[in-house]
């Protein structure tokens, strides 16, 4: 056996992709990889011990669009990155909670930030590169679950450049929409589910209008989906290579879930690296307890 692709409820998720590990079996496993950072080192303990490796599903890193836009950014293209909006806004009503594992932090290990958002502000966090701080809320506004079903964050990144991120599922015009503002261009996506090359739009600042030549031909395609990720992993595998997205790429997502609860929960501004074994938030999402929990049982 070469790979397993793990597509379990997440609870099980660390569980089962460190016996895979343990067994020497490569695993592909859907987000989150894990409920709390402390299963997350758990897993990245459990593949330094072993010869295979981990990774997660993240498919919106795989577009083409979102492949070219992180070459750009590396390489200066598009100048300073300066400004960013991220949002999943979703509806998932009462019938969608009535499965036993949803809306629960001991089974999810959060709301609509764990399970939904993470797919947009994880293609975010890939382009934007490393994230300082972190100011955030979230609330229960709608949905009888324990976790939440919105949340906000205010994002501060190491070069400088700054975001909101938005997660619902409360909000009955779906979609999803990245935004991030250059020094010489505008760069957006609004879709749902997946977008394809047609979903992008490039808006050059005056003088700089060579920038549209990033879009090279624009062809259908086929939208941003498990199919692009897999190729690559497949890809990674025939070469020997560790598969995308790796376990440090994973921890670098989860840490932002848990500082934005973290913030969220505590009025704190949270930093990168403050969600150490001391920390509350690092052995569970709900950290010291969801305001709402009393309520919640």
Sequence with gaps: MDLVHLCTPPRQHAPLAIECLDAGVTVLVEKPAARS???MDELVAAERRSSAQVATVFQHRFGPAAVRLRGLTTAGRLGRPLLATCATLWYRDDDCYAVPWRGSWDDEGGGPTMGHGIHQFDLLLSVLGPWREVRALAARRARAVRTE????ALVTFANGAEASVVNSVVSPRETS?????????????EHLYGYTEADWTVTPARGHEDVLSWRGKIEPGLPSSHEWQLAAVLDALDHGDPPPVTCADTRNTMEFVAALHASAFTGETI???QMTAENPFYHRMDGTGAPWAKVAR
């Design 37 to 39: 950072l402390v299963e």
């Design 177 to 189: 929409s990245l935004r991030f503002d250059y020094e010489r261009a505008t760069v957006e996506v």
């Design 149 to 152: 079903d919105v949340s906000m």
């Design 271 to 273: 930093h990168c690296g």
